[in-house]
Each structure stands twice: as structure tokens, then as C-alpha cells.
């Protein structure tokens, strides 16, 4: 079993619309969540963190529930420079910063 | 202030030549990190240093050597390479634990096998 699994899609969806991203952690030793984009062909990059208390950034809302091991991104109002990849990222201690990467969910948002 | 930079972007190698990929970061983080990514599979860590003079394997090692002779410089090499190595090969670095976690990302190298 992967250590973090998400659903590969794509999701394609309208502009305007909301769309939800969900991704599940096997390790419970995980400490701390992000959540990355990666555009077609290009490196990722840090989107945003995720707390269990729950944090927005603009139209991005990312939410941990610990007890079930989950984590989701939630984008609303949907924009076409929105179409990428996200990559939903479990973090460990132990020195060296590591990062244990999900295979990415793909959407695409279409006029 | 360029970041993280890989050198080549793109190459072909047939089965059994060896090769060097290179990356550099000016932010003057500690860590640094080779992953690579193929279809389907998340990015998976091949090797990473937590400083100058510092190596460590992660989690697919074979095949590759690293070394970290200047803090800003991060090697990766095949020493013979095969066509399971195909794949897109990322560079990373970061400040240490307790710092800011995020990874910065280099733009990549494309390496096909053949």
C-alpha cells in the first residue's frame, strides 16, 4: 500500500465551479501535511500547508483529520490557470526534512 | 537569485554509459535532495545530503552515486545506465528540520534510456 494515496483523475470541471481533492496517509508517524502543484512538464511547488484546524488562502482551503488519516484541498471558483497537477505531501522528522509524495490528482478546468 | 538549477535539462543515453547531472541552489540551504518521478508514482527520493561533505541513501538508491563537495553543488550520477532509469530526475533543497519546511524545486532533467 502507497503511503500516500490519492485519486489520479483528471477531474474536469467548468470554470467557476468548486472542486475537491481528497488524499489519505498511511503512517500515522506523519507530522505535518502540504499540499504542492505541479504545472504540466515543470517542477513542483509549495501551494500551502495543512492543519488540522484547517487553513484558506484565497480560493484553496486545505483541511487534516487526523483520527481518519485524510487530508483535502478544496478550490472554489474555479480558474483555467488552475489546470495542474496537485501532489498531496506527508512530512516525517527524522533530520532530514522527508517528504513522502502522493502520485498527484489531475484537473483540468475548461471554459 | 536563480534558485535551484539542473544541468542538462534533456538527454539520451544508451544502456551502459554514465553520466552526471548536475545542481546548484543559491539560497544557501543545508539540504539537498535527488528525487525522480515516473507515471503514476509519486516523486520517490533516490539520495539526499543534510550538508557539505554529507550523503545518504533514501529510498531507491541503486544505480546512482551523489556527492556533495561544495554546499551550493549536489552530483548525481549512473554510473552504467539502463532503461529502467528512464525517467524525469528532480533536484531539491531545503533549510534543515525546525526551519521552514518547504522544498524548492529544481526545473528538472528529462533522461531516456534506449
Known amino acids: 500500500r502507497k503511503e500516500v494515496e490519492q485519486d489520479p483523475g483528471p477531474f474536469n470541471v467548468p470554470e467557476g465551479a468548486t472542486v475537491a481533492f481528497n488524499c489519505t496517509y498511511s503512517?500515522?508517524?506523519?507530522?505535518?501535511f502540504f499540499w504542492y502543484r505541479q504545472d504540466c512538464r515543470k517542477e513542483p511547488k509549495l501551494l500551502m500547508s495543512?492543519?488540522?484546524s484547517g487553513n484558506e488562502d484565497g480560493r484553496f482551503t486545505a483541511q487534516l483529520n487526523r483520527a481518519s488519516q485524510y487530508i483535502s484541498l478544496l478550490i472554489r471558483d474555479s480558474k483555467l490557470s488552475d489546470s495542474a497537477t496537485y501532489l498531496c505531501v506527508a512530512r516525517f522528522s527524522g533530520g532530514y526534512n522527508k517528504l513522502i509524495f502522493g502520485a498527484g490528482t489531475r484537473l483540468a478546468v475548461h471554459p | 537569485n536563480a534558485g535551484v538549477t539542473q544541468t542538462p535539462k534533456f538527454r539520451v543515453l544508451k544502456t551502459g554509459q554514465s553520466m552526471t547531472l548536475l545542481c546548484a541552489q543559491d539560497m544557501n540551504h543545508e539540504y539537498m535532495y535527488w528525487y525522480r518521478q515516473d507515471p503514476g508514482m509519486g516523486l520517490r527520493l533516490i539520495h539526499y545530503?543534510?550538508?557539505?561533505?554529507?550523503?545518504a541513501k533514501g529510498e531507491v538508491p541503486d544505480g546512482y552515486n551523489v556527492s556533495r563537495l561544495k554546499k551550493q553543488n549536489f552530483l548525481l550520477g549512473l554510473e552504467s545506465a539502463a532503461p529502467s532509469q528512464t525517467s524525469v530526475y528532480f533536484c531539491?533543497?531545503?533549510?534543515?528540520?525546525?526551519?521552514?519546511?518547504?522544498?524548492?524545486f529544481g526545473p528538472g532533467t528529462r533522461l531516456t534510456v534506449t
Open positions: 495543512v492543519y488540522s
Open positions: 531539491a533543497s531545503s533549510f534543515p528540520d525546525g526551519a521552514s519546511y518547504e522544498q524548492y
Open positions: 545530503s543534510v550538508g557539505e561533505g554529507t550523503t
Open positions: 503512517n500515522s508517524a506523519s507530522q505535518s
